[in-house]
């Protein structure tokens, strides 16, 4: 009997699959579906993340913050029509052991706020990057976001820097 162990790193891309004797690698290799090239989420020093399509920035929390929060009880999120600047404090986050003040990532103007947070903020804990997303905007200063660490930057700073 041969057993094979499957490990699958999955981006976007095309899938390339190497076989081996012992084992099975799924990798993906990176590619543009349009002329706007889809971004991964980059990050503040104060935690929040942001993804872009187009103009409009998704924002977040990462899921180091969200792990040093502990369960978020309350939610204060901004209303749509706020005009932010980047760093501009614009909401705040409340667990059972400590408050924290939301920071908006970019510049732009809040077009979408998560409903689903503010009546169940459990979900900043449970999925932080996927349904537990905090607002979007539309951005105004879209050369801020060079000012962001990518994935791997914010990680290394994880490791290195006092939070």
Known sequence: MVLCHVRAT??????????????????????????????????????????VDGDVGTVGISNFAQEALGDVVFAQLPDPGTKLSQKDECGALESVKAASEIYSPVSGEVTEKNGAVEETPGLVNSSCYENGWLFKLKLTKPDELSKLMSEEQYTEFLKTADH
């Open 10 to 51: 999955v981006r976007l891309g095309s899938l390339v699959a190497k076989a081996s004797a012992q084992s099975w690698t799924l990798r993906a290799r990176p590619f543009s579906i349009s002329s706007v090239a889809l971004k991964e989420r980059l990050f503040t020093d104060k935690h929040e993340w942001v993804s």
